[in-house]
């Protein structure tokens, strides 16, 4: 009998009453461990680890973020020194045009102003030799009316006389 | 005279001291079962009251007294817990106490319900009046009894539970975002080891989360039952990983899963093998057929045999001071129990391990995605 062969070695034969309060036990701990222990803690790890991920990828890409955001400083850094040289340069240019112009139109002026000083002083120059010409013909006069009155007595010689000597001093 | 019995003061001391390091309690009022040679070769009871026959011991009774399932679970000096027993007759079902099958000296005896019980071997039997066993009313008792190794079950079914559910209930109050801590940072390591080094390279990542609650539940029964048999006084001192009713339970748990879970490719695998010409589908469709079959029976027999290997190991070390009868013996069987019973933890976590990877192998199989075309392409070359 088969039966009696099991039986001579118990060990290799499994009662049912284990059998049943094993499957009992097995399946309650599946069911309540599996609802309220593996469910949760798997989550939950998962949850930590995707958070982590999460973190890292955020972390990866903010870095890649300021990289961009610092080489578009850098961009806008030269761009601006650029136009500060530009401007300082166009500053300049204008200044020195400025200051050529300035130069320039007081050059004209001065020009302008020495000459017209030139004309006056030549007009005043001309004015004052006619009025020392007018006075000492006038003194000539009166000295040569003292010296001929002694020597001319017609008057109106004298004068034609004096006239002719003193067209022919010419001063100029 | 005095020195006898100083000697065997020390023999007991000894095996009571060793026996607490690396065994299973050597419960000396362990019932003796009524074999007919029992009365003349009197195991442990004799020696452990007051040897009165110290020169017959029966090392193999011994040992699988201790492998074995039992009644009463021993606690400490006389005491022992006496388990109920539960009978499903022809009659319905019955409960009473197992003391009520032992009298005072731990020998069976008739008990009178509504059958008259005895038990025989440690197995509890029908026996008629004049104390036979009756065959054919016996095939109709079915025995869900709360034995030792139920009741040691139960106890690691309650450490689970309070273990885990504490460790889940710290995710709930710390949230995902702090590390763990205390029994949390204990458990989590373990079922990241299950998850990473089991599930996920067996099943693969994406099927693997379906199975984990199944192979989590395995492997921590498995691990506490070992873990529990190898201490050996009262919470433990069961030996339930090592009886073949709990492997077969977990095996035949497996094989449902694994063949559920099975999809067409593996079970076109198994009856008609593609690739291979007609003949040998023919010739492999049995040799897979009974692949399906072998592969939960080797998972039950391998966890079965390492345990109670370990155990009887252990226990025939302790045996060779009983054998030798000389307290010297003790100075190279406990060093030695004590090395086998370190090498029984690592059993204990590697069987665990080893069964679970096994299940977890067997899912993946059975799931795996087959590619075909490289098959049918093998075919035409």
Redesign the interface.
């Given at each position: 009998m088969s039966f009696m062969l099991l039986e001579i070695n118990p060990l290799v034969l499994p009662d049912i009453g284990l059998v049943f309060w094993n499957t009992v036990a097995f399946l309650l701990l599946l069911v309540v461990l599996g609802k309220f222990a593996w469910k949760p803690i798997l989550k939950a790890i998962n949850d930590r680890e995707q958070g982590i991920e999460d973190a890292l990828a955020k972390a990866d890409k903010m870095k890649s973020e300021l990289a961009a955001m610092q080489s578009e400083n850098e961009a806008l850094l030269a761009k601006a020194r650029e136009e500060r040289a530009t401007l300082i340069k166009e500053a300049k240019e204008t200044a020195d045009k400025m200051v050529a112009e300035a130069k320039e139109k007081a050059k004209a002026q001065y020009d302008a102003i020495v000459a017209d000083a030139q004309v006056a002083i030549n007009q005043q120059k001309n004015a004052a030799l006619t009025d020392v010409k007018n006075q000492v013909g006038a003194l000539v006069i009166e000295v040569a009316e003292k010296v001929l009155h002694k020597e001319l007595s017609n008057k109106a010689a004298q004068e034609t006389y004096i006239n002719e000597l003193a067209e022919g001093v010419k001063l100029n | 005279m005095t020195f006898r019995s100083i000697k065997s003061l020390l023999v007991k001391t000894f095996s009571v001291f060793s026996l607490l390091l690396a065994t299973q309690a050597f419960a000396g009022e362990n019932h003796t079962p009524a074999t007919p040679e029992a009365g003349a070769v009197a195991p442990v009871t004799a020696e452990a009251h007051g040897a009165k026959k110290e020169g017959d011991f029966n090392v193999t009774e011994t040992i699988?007294e201790h492998?074995?399932?039992d009644h009463s679970w021993h606690l400490w000096g006389h005491n022992s817990l006496h388990l109920p027993v539960?009978l499903k007759t022809s009659k319905g079902f019955e409960v009473f106490s197992s003391e009520k099958l032992v009298d005072e000296h731990h020998e069976p005896v008739v008990y009178k319900g509504n059958f008259d019980y005895k038990l025989i071997?440690?197995?509890t039997k029908i026996v008629d009046a004049a104390g036979n066993v009756d065959e054919e009313a016996s095939k109709q008792l079915?025995?869900?009894?709360?034995?030792k190794?139920?009741a040691s079950?139960?106890v690691s079914?309650l450490i689970?539970?309070v273990v885990?559910?504490t460790?889940?209930a710290a995710?709930?109050k710390t949230?995902?975002?702090s590390a763990p801590k205390g029994l949390q940072s204990f458990?989590?390591p373990i079922?990241?080891f299950v998850?990473d080094e089991v599930a996920v390279p067996n099943i693969g990542a994406k099927k693997a989360?379906k199975y984990?609650?199944?192979l989590?539940?395995i492997f921590?029964?498995i691990l506490t039952n070992n873990f529990l048999g190898l201490i050996p006084f009262f919470p433990g001192g069961a030996n339930v990983s090592g009886?073949?009713?709990?492997t077969?339970?977990?095996a035949v748990?497996v094989f449902i899963v694994v063949n559920l879970s099975a999809n067409k490719s593996y079970w076109e695998h198994i009856f008609w093998m593609p690739g291979m010409h007609w003949s040998m589908k023919l010739f492999l469709a049995p040799i897979e057929l009974i692949g399906v079959f072998t592969k939960p029976i080797s998972l039950m027999i391998r966890l079965?045999a390492n345990i109670?290997a370990g155990h009887i190991l252990v226990l025939s070390l302790i045996c060779l001071i009983f054998i030798f009868k000389t307290v010297f013996a003790s100075a190279i069987a406990v060093p030695f129990a004590v090395f086998i019973g370190m090498i029984e933890l690592l059993v204990a976590f590697l069987q665990a391990f080893i069964f679970t990877m096994l299940a977890a192998m067997y899912i993946g199989m059975a799931t795996e995605e087959h590619h075909h075309d490289a098959h049918g392409e093998a075919a035409h070359h």
């Amino acid at each position: 009998m088969s039966f009696m062969l099991l039986e001579i070695n118990p060990l290799v034969l499994p009662d049912i009453g284990l059998v049943f309060w094993n499957t009992v036990a097995f399946l309650l701990l599946l069911v309540v461990l599996g609802k309220f222990a593996w469910k949760p803690i798997l989550k939950a790890i998962n949850d930590r680890e995707q958070g982590i991920e999460d973190a890292l990828a955020k972390a990866d890409k903010m870095k890649s973020e300021l990289a961009a955001m610092q080489s578009e400083n850098e961009a806008l850094l030269a761009k601006a020194r650029e136009e500060r040289a530009t401007l300082i340069k166009e500053a300049k240019e204008t200044a020195d045009k400025m200051v050529a112009e300035a130069k320039e139109k007081a050059k004209a002026q001065y020009d302008a102003i020495v000459a017209d000083a030139q004309v006056a002083i030549n007009q005043q120059k001309n004015a004052a030799l006619t009025d020392v010409k007018n006075q000492v013909g006038a003194l000539v006069i009166e000295v040569a009316e003292k010296v001929l009155h002694k020597e001319l007595s017609n008057k109106a010689a004298q004068e034609t006389y004096i006239n002719e000597l003193a067209e022919g001093v010419k001063l100029n | 005279m005095t020195f006898r019995s100083i000697k065997s003061l020390l023999v007991k001391t000894f095996s009571v001291f060793s026996l607490l390091l690396a065994t299973q309690a050597f419960a000396g009022e362990n019932h003796t079962p009524a074999t007919p040679e029992a009365g003349a070769v009197a195991p442990v009871t004799a020696e452990a009251h007051g040897a009165k026959k110290e020169g017959d011991f029966n090392v193999t009774e011994t040992i699988l007294e201790h492998i074995k399932d039992d009644h009463s679970w021993h606690l400490w000096g006389h005491n022992s817990l006496h388990l109920p027993v539960i009978l499903k007759t022809s009659k319905g079902f019955e409960v009473f106490s197992s003391e009520k099958l032992v009298d005072e000296h731990h020998e069976p005896v008739v008990y009178k319900g509504n059958f008259d019980y005895k038990l025989i071997e440690g197995k509890t039997k029908i026996v008629d009046a004049a104390g036979n066993v009756d065959e054919e009313a016996s095939k109709q008792l079915w025995d869900f009894s709360i034995t030792k190794n139920v009741a040691s079950l139960f106890v690691s079914v309650l450490i689970l539970l309070v273990v885990l559910l504490t460790a889940a209930a710290a995710y709930k109050k710390t949230g995902v975002k702090s590390a763990p801590k205390g029994l949390q940072s204990f458990m989590e390591p373990i079922i990241l080891f299950v998850r990473d080094e089991v599930a996920v390279p067996n099943i693969g990542a994406k099927k693997a989360g379906k199975y984990m609650p199944f192979l989590l539940t395995i492997f921590f029964l498995i691990l506490t039952n070992n873990f529990l048999g190898l201490i050996p006084f009262f919470p433990g001192g069961a030996n339930v990983s090592g009886n073949i009713a709990f492997t077969m339970t977990l095996a035949v748990c497996v094989f449902i899963v694994v063949n559920l879970s099975a999809n067409k490719s593996y079970w076109e695998h198994i009856f008609w093998m593609p690739g291979m010409h007609w003949s040998m589908k023919l010739f492999l469709a049995p040799i897979e057929l009974i692949g399906v079959f072998t592969k939960p029976i080797s998972l039950m027999i391998r966890l079965f045999a390492n345990i109670t290997a370990g155990h009887i190991l252990v226990l025939s070390l302790i045996c060779l001071i009983f054998i030798f009868k000389t307290v010297f013996a003790s100075a190279i069987a406990v060093p030695f129990a004590v090395f086998i019973g370190m090498i029984e933890l690592l059993v204990a976590f590697l069987q665990a391990f080893i069964f679970t990877m096994l299940a977890a192998m067997y899912i993946g199989m059975a799931t795996e995605e087959h590619h075909h075309d490289a098959h049918g392409e093998a075919a035409h070359h």
